[in-house]
C-alpha cells in the first residue's frame, strides 16, 4: 500500500479504490478456479456439474468487471514505481492482460451462447446432447471453449499478479 495516506485523494475514495481492486482480484482468481473444476467436471462427464461450475465462473467474471468498472468510474488507479529493470516485463503483462481480457468477453458469451442453443435443442436434457439439433451447437461450444479457457486462465493469473506488483510497487495516480 504505498503513497496512500499521504497524497490528496480523501481516504474515503482511497478506502473504497483499495477495496473493490480487492474484490476484483477475489473475483478474478474465484472465476479461474470454478473454470478449471469446470473443465475437470466435464472431462469426468458431470454435464450437469460442469455447466453449474462455468455459470458460477461466468457469474464471478461479471461481478469482476462490475468492480473493475466501478473503480475506474471513481478515478482510482495506481502507476507503477518499481524497479527500471522490471518496468518493460510489467507493461508487457499489463498489455497482454488488458487485451485479453477485453478478448475473453466475447469468447465467454460465444462459449455460454452456443451451449444454452445446444441445452435448448436437446429440450433441456444433458443427457441428449447428442441428438442432431444439439450436437451441431455442442460442436462449435467445444470450437469456442478452446481459446476461451486459456485466455480466460491467462487472464485471471495474470490479473492477480497485477493486483501483487501494484500492492508492492503501485503509486496512487493523482495523489
Ligand atoms: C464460458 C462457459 C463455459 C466454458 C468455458 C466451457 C468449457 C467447456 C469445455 C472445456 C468442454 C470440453 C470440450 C472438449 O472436451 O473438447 C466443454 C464441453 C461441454 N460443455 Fe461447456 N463450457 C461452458 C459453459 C457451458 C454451459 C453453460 C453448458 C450448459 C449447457 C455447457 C455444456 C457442455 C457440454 C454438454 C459439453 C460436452 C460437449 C460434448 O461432449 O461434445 N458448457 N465445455
Known sequence: ??????????HT????GELLSLLSV???????????????????GERVWHMRAMLAASGLA???????LWRIGIG?????????EWRSAYFALLISHTILAAANLPLAVMAV????RGLRAATGNLDAIDRPAARSYFNRHRAWVRWTVPV????AV?????????EHWGAVRGA
Not at 477475489?26 to 469426468?44: E, N, Q
Not at 451462447?113 to 444454452?116: D, E, H, K, Q
Not at 495474470?158 to 501494484?166: D, H, N, Q
Open 26 to 44: 477475489i473475483t478474478i482468481i474465484s472465476s479461474g478456479v470454478a473454470l478449471l473444476a469446470g473443465v475437470f467436471l466435464i472431462k469426468r
Open 13 to 16: 475514495m482511497v478506502f473504497m
Open 158 to 166: 495474470t490479473g492477480w499478479a497485477i493486483y501483487f506488483v501494484m
Open 62 to 68: 461479471t461481478l469482476f468487471l462490475v468492480f473493475y
Open 76 to 84: 482510482y488507479s495506481k502507476y507503477y514505481v518499481g524497479p527500471a
Open 1 to 10: 500500500m504505498s503513497s496512500l495516506q499521504d497524497g490528496k485523494k480523501p
Open 152 to 155: 480466460w486462465v491467462y487472464v
Open 113 to 116: 451462447l452456443n451451449a444454452w
